[in-house]
């Protein structure tokens, strides 16, 4: 990969420090009156998700990560993970329980997910940022208290994830979630 | 935010005219480039576009022409922050007879227009690394300058640099303004130096308010062999840096044996109007800035410097500046 000079630095570039692929979240030029200028950048570890800051005087140079991103479709769960295909090529890849985490609750058939890259091994998955998915365990709605505003109670989805939804939704129906904030949007209407 | 830029200009100006400052209008195409080791010049086939108006004024200060100033444009190559633009405002002036501590009192006169009137705390540069450092910036050796740096590989100029910006500035000039003064004599640039408390220290001075640095002043130095020597130095460490080198102002270091004994100061106006309207980046207060370019597309300045701040009134300070005067918001301010 190639280099970058602090002056070319742009927020969501992604650099490759001490061997470990960051995203550029932040970027400042900095310059005592008559001193030496700097670019004090904020990052955040692609596969850590620890954010740090580093230092640069102007004029040195950063290694561009070796980052790639592609849309893969969820094929099917096995017992040590997920796996995803490549809908041009038909590269398949199985996606490790331990990267998956908590993203495992966002596992649907036929997703198209982001799967980052980082010299060839995938070191994140991102889902869709609105999810339609049905709703398969959630109490009956008890009417009554709704004077209050929303009222809300808790629901699982078909793909296992826990959502807090309003009283009115049932067993069956789908419901439209932001996988960013596992928060109930909409109902949809089948 | 115009008619206040405006209004600032003006009351600049008078300020100087009410004090017999007569102004000057220098070109900003130069012949030769203004010499410092971190400041790079635009060029402009075979000329270069000034950095600031020092040299002008002091071949008119040499003439005789008396106390004078300059309010305009100056361009630095790739300096783009908050705080930074390529293309900037600068009011520059000079008082003959001035001392260093009289040319920080008209400083801070001069600011009181846009931060209104303020005390001066005078703070040495070396009692701002003891203060707040806690090292004597002369004995320390570099390995504790490097690990306050957090960074191996820089000199000692270079950590006293970062540690000076990231380190003490954020802590100067809070509900006061802050002279720095008694820059270590290396730092001298185009000042006097003089012997205080047996440290050899330039008689220069750097003015902050809320952290952030508005002005640059010296007591000039009119000594032409010193100051070829400084620029020969200038030019070599320029080189060091993988930096051009400059050709030398002949003209102005001819002139110097005739410049009269001075003060001189120069001062970031669009971050003195950043700091009067609580903005937080200069780049709201340009009307050329970053901004106000690509017919208000926030993009590239989103890219350069991640989302917009949103001020007292849930406006974003691009909002805050393009608003309509006749709106009762702007009127607040």
Redesign the interface.
Request: glycine share 6%.
């Given at each position: 990969m190639g280099s970058v000079g602090t002056?070319e630095i742009?927020?969501?570039m992604k650099v490759e420090i001490d061997r470990e692929p960051y995203l550029i979240?932040?970027?400042?030029?900095?310059?005592?009156?008559?001193?030496?200028?700097?670019n004090?950048i904020k990052v955040k570890n692609m596969k850590t998700s620890r954010v740090v800051e580093k230092?640069y005087?102007?004029?040195e140079k950063i290694e561009l990560a070796d980052v790639e991103e592609r849309q893969m479709r969820f094929s099917y769960k096995e017992s040590d993970g997920a796996v995803f295909m490549d809908d041009q090529t038909f590269d398949q890849i199985t996606i490790q329980n331990q990267l998956l985490g908590d993203r495992g609750q966002w596992l649907k058939e036929d997703a198209l997910f982001e799967i980052i890259f980082y010299k060839g091994e995938p070191i994140d998955i991102i889902p869709p940022t609105f999810m339609e998915m049905k709703v398969t365990e959630t109490a009956p709605g008890i009417r009554g208290d709704t004077a209050s505003g929303r009222v809300m109670k808790p629901a699982t989805t078909e793909t296992g994830a826990k959502v807090q939804v309003p009283i009115f939704v049932e067993e069956g129906e789908r419901i439209k979630v932001d996988t960013r904030t596992c928060e109930y949007v909409s109902r949809v209407n089948a | 935010m115009l008619k206040i830029r405006a209004q600032k200009l003006q009351e600049a100006r008078r300020f100087f005219e009410t004090r017999n400052v007569l102004e000057v209008d220098c070109g900003a195409l130069v012949k030769r480039a203004p010499l410092?080791p971190?400041?790079d010049c635009l060029p402009v086939e075979e000329a270069f576009l000034h950095t600031s108006p020092e040299y002008a004024l002091k071949k008119l200060l040499a003439k005789g022409i008396g106390d004078c100033y300059f309010l305009g444009h100056v361009y630095r190559k790739?300096?783009?922050?908050?705080?930074?633009n390529p293309e900037f405002t600068m009011v520059e002036w000079y008082r003959l007879g001035f001392t260093l501590s009289q040319m920080i009192q008209e400083t801070a006169a001069f600011l009181s227009i846009f931060v209104g009137e303020l005390p001066v705390q005078i703070l040495s540069y070396r009692t701002a690394f003891e203060k707040f450092l806690d090292i004597d910036y002369r004995e320390v050796p570099l390995q504790i300058l490097q690990n306050l740096?957090?960074?191996d590989t820089?000199s000692r100029?270079?950590c006293l640099?970062?540690l000076?910006?990231?380190k003490i500035?954020p802590h100067l000039g809070r509900n006061t303004l802050t002279a720095l003064t008694s820059f270590p004599a290396s730092?001298a640039?185009l000042a006097k130096t003089a012997i205080v408390d047996g440290e050899e220290v330039s008689l220069r001075f750097?003015i902050y308010y809320e952290g952030i640095?508005l002005a640059?002043g010296y007591h000039e130095l009119s000594d032409a062999s010193i100051i070829k020597e400084r620029f020969q130095k200038t030019n070599k460490a320029r080189e060091q840096?993988?930096k051009t080198p400059y050709l030398l102002d002949e003209n102005f270091l001819a002139s110097l044996d005739k410049l009269p004994d001075c003060s001189g100061v120069a001062l970031g106006f669009d971050r003195a109007l950043m700091l009067h309207l609580k903005l937080p980046s200069i780049q709201y207060v340009l009307p050329w800035g970053l901004p106000f370019l690509d017919n208000r597309d926030d993009t590239t300045f989103?890219?350069?410097?991640?989302s917009h701040p949103k001020t007292d009134g849930g406006l974003t300070p691009l909002e805050f500046c393009c608003m309509n005067s006749s709106d009762d918001r702007a009127n607040k301010i």
């Amino acid at each position: 990969m190639g280099s970058v000079g602090t002056n070319e630095i742009r927020i969501g570039m992604k650099v490759e420090i001490d061997r470990e692929p960051y995203l550029i979240i932040a970027n400042e030029f900095v310059k005592p009156g008559k001193g030496q200028a700097f670019n004090r950048i904020k990052v955040k570890n692609m596969k850590t998700s620890r954010v740090v800051e580093k230092t640069y005087k102007s004029g040195e140079k950063i290694e561009l990560a070796d980052v790639e991103e592609r849309q893969m479709r969820f094929s099917y769960k096995e017992s040590d993970g997920a796996v995803f295909m490549d809908d041009q090529t038909f590269d398949q890849i199985t996606i490790q329980n331990q990267l998956l985490g908590d993203r495992g609750q966002w596992l649907k058939e036929d997703a198209l997910f982001e799967i980052i890259f980082y010299k060839g091994e995938p070191i994140d998955i991102i889902p869709p940022t609105f999810m339609e998915m049905k709703v398969t365990e959630t109490a009956p709605g008890i009417r009554g208290d709704t004077a209050s505003g929303r009222v809300m109670k808790p629901a699982t989805t078909e793909t296992g994830a826990k959502v807090q939804v309003p009283i009115f939704v049932e067993e069956g129906e789908r419901i439209k979630v932001d996988t960013r904030t596992c928060e109930y949007v909409s109902r949809v209407n089948a | 935010m115009l008619k206040i830029r405006a209004q600032k200009l003006q009351e600049a100006r008078r300020f100087f005219e009410t004090r017999n400052v007569l102004e000057v209008d220098c070109g900003a195409l130069v012949k030769r480039a203004p010499l410092d080791p971190n400041i790079d010049c635009l060029p402009v086939e075979e000329a270069f576009l000034h950095t600031s108006p020092e040299y002008a004024l002091k071949k008119l200060l040499a003439k005789g022409i008396g106390d004078c100033y300059f309010l305009g444009h100056v361009y630095r190559k790739e300096e783009l922050g908050s705080l930074h633009n390529p293309e900037f405002t600068m009011v520059e002036w000079y008082r003959l007879g001035f001392t260093l501590s009289q040319m920080i009192q008209e400083t801070a006169a001069f600011l009181s227009i846009f931060v209104g009137e303020l005390p001066v705390q005078i703070l040495s540069y070396r009692t701002a690394f003891e203060k707040f450092l806690d090292i004597d910036y002369r004995e320390v050796p570099l390995q504790i300058l490097q690990n306050l740096a957090q960074n191996d590989t820089w000199s000692r100029r270079d950590c006293l640099h970062y540690l000076l910006s990231q380190k003490i500035e954020p802590h100067l000039g809070r509900n006061t303004l802050t002279a720095l003064t008694s820059f270590p004599a290396s730092e001298a640039a185009l000042a006097k130096t003089a012997i205080v408390d047996g440290e050899e220290v330039s008689l220069r001075f750097e003015i902050y308010y809320e952290g952030i640095e508005l002005a640059n002043g010296y007591h000039e130095l009119s000594d032409a062999s010193i100051i070829k020597e400084r620029f020969q130095k200038t030019n070599k460490a320029r080189e060091q840096a993988g930096k051009t080198p400059y050709l030398l102002d002949e003209n102005f270091l001819a002139s110097l044996d005739k410049l009269p004994d001075c003060s001189g100061v120069a001062l970031g106006f669009d971050r003195a109007l950043m700091l009067h309207l609580k903005l937080p980046s200069i780049q709201y207060v340009l009307p050329w800035g970053l901004p106000f370019l690509d017919n208000r597309d926030d993009t590239t300045f989103i890219q350069r410097f991640g989302s917009h701040p949103k001020t007292d009134g849930g406006l974003t300070p691009l909002e805050f500046c393009c608003m309509n005067s006749s709106d009762d918001r702007a009127n607040k301010i």
